[in-house]
């Protein structure tokens, strides 16, 4: 549940969501579920030229199982905190 | 993904703010269909009323009818809502016949499977 959790405190920030078949979307995170099942508001394609039936889209459901990467805003990432809490996560707690 | 009070719905990530609304689905094997959404589970399963294919080629589209569809969750890699206000492609494509779609799809093709033989033939050559 970490990842979950965390990509829920990113609800409402700017990510580019790639997918394993190279799509690469950018977009406001709208929401998160278990499953990393991602929800992106205002979204672009990052090569817009080459998905040319993705222009009328703004909002999409994507499924967690076809993410490849979610690149973040660099102040979104609190690696200490993360730290602390895999290391909370480990011990049980 | 569980079913949510009316007010979370569009909080959640729910696909139930997408209900009754013209989506394009985005299938793992490069296809894109069409439709209304009518009903879908926690596993992305979904049926799409009024569903059609789109296929693109170069700057030729076609939308072929298929009529309702059931698609298997684990298929799906995105469902995207169209903006009707937008249009759904640039300016500079046309449409075309069903018959000519597939014609440029061979043509297509074709080119692809030349390009590969023309490569193997410089490898056999062997240059550097």
């Known amino acids: 549940m970490l990842f979950f959790s965390y990509f829920k405190d990113l609800v409402g920030r ?62 979104g990432v609190d690696v200490d905190l993360l730290h602390d809490a895999t290391r909370r996560e480990a011990r049980g707690g | 993904m569980s079913w949510a009070a009316p007010d979370d719905v ?28 009518r009903s879908f589970d926690q596993f992305a399963n979904v049926v799409l009323e009024g569903a059609c294919e789109r296929l693109i080629v170069g700057d030729l589209y076609c939308d072929i009818p298929l009529g309702l569809y059931v698609i298997r969750g684990e298929n799906v890699v995105l469902i995207g809502e169209l903006d009707l206000e937008k249009e759904e492609l ?39």
């Open chain 1, 14 to 75: 700017e990510v580019t969501v790639e997918l394993k078949n190279d799509l690469a979307i950018r977009g406001t995170l709208h929401s998160v579920d278990q499953y990393l099942n991602i929800k992106l508001e205002n979204t672009r394609v990052v090569d817009q030229d080459k998905y040319p039936h993705m222009l009328s889209v703004r909002n999409c459901f994507i499924r967690g199982s076809v993410v490849r990467y979610v690149q973040l805003p660099p102040e």
């Open chain 2, 10 to 37: 569009f909080l959640s990530t729910s696909l139930a703010s997408y209900l009754d609304k013209k989506l394009l689905v985005l299938l793992r094997d490069g296809r894109k269909l069409m439709g209304i959404l």
């Open chain 2, 90 to 128: 640039p300016s500079n494509m046309t449409r075309v016949s069903t018959e000519e779609i597939r014609r440029a799809q061979r043509a297509e093709r074709d080119a692809t499977d030349l390009k590969g033989t023309m490569r193997k033939r410089m490898e056999f050559l062997d240059f550097d």
